[in-house]
């Protein structure tokens, strides 16, 4: 089993930034790739981010590319995605999961790949 919790999440205006972290604990935290999802009320749980094990590889949603960078620090156990030029449909819980593999440079970007989830960290976004 591997627990995830996350923190960081607030309120914000357009415009401003947050970050978010995800702590890991229970197995070894760098044989699993990690992802971030959002969902807004009445929404569907979307895909926001994704690291490799290894951190060589990330991929993004378009939504947020060039405004959000996943990362992770594997000695603390630790995934952040940090949130620059937050926008008011950035405004949602926020997720961060976990799958087991040790392929270099493979991420996941479906909710459905991902073996185990956060509670959840909720960002609001004011216009």
């Known amino acids: 089993q591997v627990q995830l919790v996350e923190s960081g999440g607030g309120l914000v205006q357009a415009g401003g930034s947050l970050r978010l972290s995800c702590a890991a604990s229970?197995?070894?935290?760098?044989?699993?790739?990690m992802g971030w999802f959002r969902q807004a009320p009445g929404k569907e749980r979307e895909f926001v981010a994704a690291?490799?094990?290894?951190?060589?590889?990330?991929y993004y949603a378009d939504s947020v590319k060039g405004r959000f960078t996943i990362s992770r620090d594997n000695a603390k156990n630790t995934v952040y995605l940090q949130m620059n030029s937050l926008k008011p449909e950035d405004t949602a819980n926020y997720y961060c999961?976990?799958?087991?593999?040790?392929?270099?440079?493979?991420?996941?970007?479906?909710?459905?790949?991902?073996?185990?989830w956060g509670q959840g960290t909720q960002v609001t976004v004011s216009s």
């Open positions: 229970g197995r070894t935290f760098s044989n699993y790739a």
């Open positions: 999961a976990a799958r087991l593999s040790t392929y270099y440079g493979r991420t996941y970007l479906t909710a459905e790949e991902y073996d185990y």
């Open positions: 690291i490799s094990w290894s951190a060589d590889r990330t």
